[in-house]
């Protein structure tokens, strides 16, 4: 039976009110409740089984859980299935089956020697059908000030060529933060070569151009008086698509900071103005983190490494949706979770990758040993009705956490490196970072940067 463009039952019910109500308002009313209660409601009478089975439905559960841009990637990637009747149930029941990634090391063009020297707390992102790399640390504590551009387009690529940026660039940098905002990158702060934290916000913009194929602009941006102090190592991410919120970070005397700060983009992207958030519980300060927008009004915040040097395994939700801001701690405890041991790390990356989930990925711990390991956050098991300013449930202690399995290429164990996931959420790019160098381990810091490019490949079958 097909369910994709009507809802035609049979109007005669009798019994609860519910029954009664139109299909185009009850439609409404399943799409605001979690997939668990659609479940169960599948169940209670023949009406809502055919409801809840509808195609319908379920493709506008996809693109409400997954993300419209999301599931269009998903389409366009698998274009043999467009011919038929495509099930959403069957691709949101297959996304959340999923268990396990696959490791796979990019290459560049034969003989090819321009491409990105190795280095770690650079930026990394995907932009407009683009990765966009800019600065870092190297050999030396040197920083370097360099922009790379490699078109990836809507398929999956093993050889990438990339190209640099010679003009209009910031100064050189490390642990700065760079976010995509639309179609833009938007960097603040870091770290130079001479100890000097930075506060300068600059706006990038990758330009398809027929002629001249793709070109990269950097500009910075007027943000008047008012400014966060400087820092580095902070952590940042964009909420509600136009603003920025960055968190703590290394200050001035190496001084560990636990400020929130929030920066609005006016509509020509020429300005920008930057207000702190001071709520009364926050997060303790930190640097080494990350700040993952988990949906348009919620970010996630993880690890990192404190004031006494401690490395952390915190989880705290800023939630922007009630028209105010106010910091929330998930508390869970590490024993009750399979291998949680190991997950308090610093220098790590967190994506939101399909399926609403946060993927965990390296880092290192309070030894300076150094992660390889792939860890899920599932953001569906944290509830979103807070009584007060902490979480904590069995609920939330028993399903929020998962190691996932790794096939495939087997990466070097790394921490400060930096990744992006493109428009699907089902691969991510992971570029350079810290890594242990096997030639050296007789010296005190056992250290070289890495210079590999490797995708991770979310196994999905569709």
């Known amino acids: 039976m097909e369910e994709a463009t009507s809802f035609s039952v049979n109007q005669n019910y009798s019994g609860s009110p519910i029954t009664n109500i ?3 308002y009850l439609f409404t009313i399943i799409l605001l409740l979690p997939i668990d209660a659609i479940l169960s409601l599948s169940k ?67 003989g090819d020697l321009d491409f990105p020297t190795a280095r770690a707390s650079h930026s990394l992102n995907f932009v407009s059908d683009c990765l966009v790399l800019f600065g870092g640390g190297c050999d030396g504590g040197r920083h370097l000030d360099d922009t790379w551009v490699a078109y990836i387009g809507n398929d999956f690529q093993r050889i990438l060529k990339w190209q640099t940026v010679h003009s209009g660039i910031p100064s050189g940098r490390f642990g700065h933060t760079c976010v995509e905002m639309g179609d833009l990158l938007v960097l603040f702060g870091g770290i130079n070569d001479h100890g000097n934290r930075q506060n300068d916000t600059w706006v990038g913009k990758v330009t398809h151009n027929e002629n001249k194929g793709i070109t990269f602009s950097w500009k910075m941006l007027d943000v008047g008086n008012v400014a966060p102090p400087p820092r580095g190592a902070h952590a940042a991410c964009c909420i509600d698509d136009k603003r920025m ?54 970010t996630i915040l993880f690890g990192g490494r404190g004031s006494g040097y401690e490395v952390l395994h915190d989880v705290w939700l800023l939630d922007t949706c009630q028209g105010y801001m106010r910091w929330i701690q998930v508390l869970y405890d590490l ?19 399909l399926g609403g989930r946060l993927l965990i990925y390296g880092g290192e711990d309070s030894s300076r040993h150094r992660k390889n390991d792939f860890w899920i956050l599932d953001i569906s098991s944290i509830p979103f009705t807070f009584p007060s300013t902490t979480v904590n449930s069995k609920r939330v ?33 992971v570029f350079g970072g810290m890594v242990d160098d096997l030639l050296q381990l007789v010296e005190p810091s056992g250290l070289k940067f890495d210079k590999k490019l490797f995708l991770v490949e979310l196994l999905l079958q569709i």
């Open 22 to 24: 139109a299909e185009d």
């Open 44 to 110: 209670t009478c023949k009406r809502f089984k055919v409801l809840t089975s509808s195609n319908t439905l379920w493709k506008s559960l996809c693109k409400r859980d997954f993300g419209s841009t999301c599931v269009d990637s998903l389409l366009k990637s698998n274009h043999h299935n467009q011919q038929h009747q495509f099930s959403w149930m069957k691709l949101y029941k297959k996304v959340y089956q999923m268990d396990s990634l696959c490791c796979h090391k990019l290459s560049y063009p034969h």
């Open 245 to 298: 919120v960055i968190h703590g970070g290394i200050g001035l005397h190496g001084l560990r900071l636990g400020d929130t700060w929030i920066l609005e983009l006016s509509d020509s992207h020429c300005f920008g103005t930057w207000h702190e958030i001071v709520i009364q519980q926050s997060p303790p300060p930190r640097s080494g983190h990350t700040l993952t927008c988990i949906a348009r009004n919620r």
């Open 335 to 353: 024993q009750n979770i399979p291998d949680g041991v190991s997950l308090p790390r610093v220098g790590h990356t967190a994506t939101m990758v």
């Open 397 to 429: 202690l028993t399903r929020m956490w998962k190691r996932w399995k790794s096939n495939g290429y087997e990466p070097e164990s790394r921490s400060f490196h930096r990744a992006c996931v493109d428009p699907s959420g089902r691969y991510l790019y």
